[in-house]
């Protein structure tokens, strides 16, 4: 059983990994906008690094780096109350761009169609880095 386990774990995470670096598709859009982004614009890694990971020269920072710490770890967004992310906090997050605090995040990071499935497998592979 504990194998069986294991084997879903790191297929789950592996999922996490592939929606991350655009290797499967995500759906979203940006704030207040109909049309649907195209899939070179909605992958994580186009706007976001993964803590500890060595920084990429050739293009821009805009949102943090994304893992276990910055995730669970209480911070406040632009003075705002401080808040920390679960997986069903993170998945309203992506989904509505509104963190646990209820505090929107910025407009420009798209809102995401996700199913759960989907949206845990990326919480469950941020959470190892």
Not at 71 to 85: D, M, V
Not at 96 to 118: E, F, K, N, V
């Amino acid at each position: 059983m504990q194998t069986a386990f294991l084997c879903f774990a790191d297929t789950t995470i592996q999922k996490g990994e592939n929606l991350f670096y655009g290797r499967e598709t995500l759906k979203g859009t940006l704030y207040l906008h109909n049309r649907a982004l195209g899939t070179a614009f909605v992958r994580c890694m186009n706007c976001h690094q993964l803590q500890g990971q060595s920084k990429f020269t050739n293009r821009a920072d805009f949102g943090p780096e994304l893992g276990a710490r910055f995730l669970q770890t209480e911070n406040s967004l632009r003075g705002g109350p401080a808040r920390a992310y679960d997986a069903d906090s993170f998945c309203h997050m992506l989904r509505t761009g509104m963190d646990p605090s209820q505090i929107m995040i910025r407009t420009d990071m798209p809102r995401y169609a996700l199913s759960d499935d989907d949206c845990h497998a990326l919480w469950r592979f941020l959470l190892v880095h």
